[in-house]
């Protein structure tokens, strides 16, 4: 073995570079997994709680839900929801009952890896023309500023890496092949 050092380095920092990019998944914003209703469901009546559940526990502080008619992107009604660990729900005022028509949950939450996470889910109640597409895009509102940040944590966990693992990976190729000089200097010498 000519160059046990540099060896040695070198597969630590192969393992240490698979490490880094095997677990993608752990280092994703939470996402919706659940709800009440569910994305996509038709329901018989308005509910009288919206609940939401995540990949994550959501982290207390700083959550949002403004719930809209999708059809004219009025927002109904929005409030903090309260936090249960993976389930984060929010009570529907008395006196809202808008009746058939198709809705959108809007939320922003404290993912469990502490950053922000927006998006939203739909639902229709029963009467409506037709059911919301998941996750549509709407013209100018204050609810196209929610799609907008939903489109790009659905990229975001589409892309499966996020930017700063790609910097770390990064780092760790220049302090590798800045290794591999310094050893055959070294050696040289």
Known sequence: MRY?????????SAVA???VFSAPQVLAHDTVVGGV??????????PEEIALEFSGYVNEGFNTFAISDADTDEVLFSGEPVVNERWVTLEVPEGIDPGPGNYRIGFQITSSDGHATRGMTNFSVEGATEAPAANAT???SASEETAEAASETE???QSGISPWVWAVGGIV??????G??????????
Do not use: H, W, Y
């Open 173 to 178: 190729l220049v302090v590798i092949a800045v």
């Open 17 to 19: 570079l698979l490490a």
């Open 138 to 140: 709407e013209g100018e």
């Open 180 to 189: 591999g000089i310094m050893a055959a200097s070294k050696n040289r010498k």
């Open 155 to 157: 990229q975001a966990e």
């Open 37 to 46: 209703p569910a994305d996509g469901e038709q329901v018989a009546e308005f």
């Open 4 to 12: 046990p050092r540099l060896r040695r380095f070198a597969v630590g």
